[in-house]
């Protein structure tokens, strides 16, 4: 009689799989809600394998300047700690979020896709 062997395979997540969160679409935002006071426009940019993104304000002094993205959950960051208190959901199509802080709720909302210049 012959032997039966049996072979495990065992995979795993690797430096260069897919990220484990949902990505936002860099672009032109509006965040809006009790946090930020009045609608503020930012430039945001995604970092997709490290899960985290940067938030362009300008003169936004106090307002969060990034943030992350776990699963669809999205954490905001600043110079005030009280950025730390705020927690969204992320749609699926990465293009709006909307959560608490403890100031209140707050909505981010895509406004115009950043274009490529990688073609020309």
Do not use: H, K, N, Y
């Not at 990220?19 to 930012?42: H, I, K, M, Q, S």
Request: hydrophobic share 45%.
């Amino acid at each position: 009689m012959g032997r039966i062997g049996w072979v495990m395979v065992v995979v795993t997540a690797c430096e260069g799989s897919a990220p484990d969160c949902t990505p936002l679409v860099d672009g032109d935002w509006v965040l809006e809600g009790a946090p930020f006071g009045t609608a503020v426009g930012a430039v945001l940019t995604m970092d997709p394998a490290a899960c985290t993104f940067a938030l362009d304000i300008g003169m936004g002094v106090g307002l969060p300047s990034a943030g992350a993205v776990s699963g669809d959950q999205l954490t905001l960051a600043g110079d005030d700690e009280a950025w730390a208190s705020c927690l969204a959901t992320v749609a699926a199509d990465g293009g709006s979020a909307a959560g608490e802080c403890d100031a209140g709720p707050f909505t981010m909302t895509l406004q115009e896709p950043a274009t490529s210049t990688a073609s020309r």
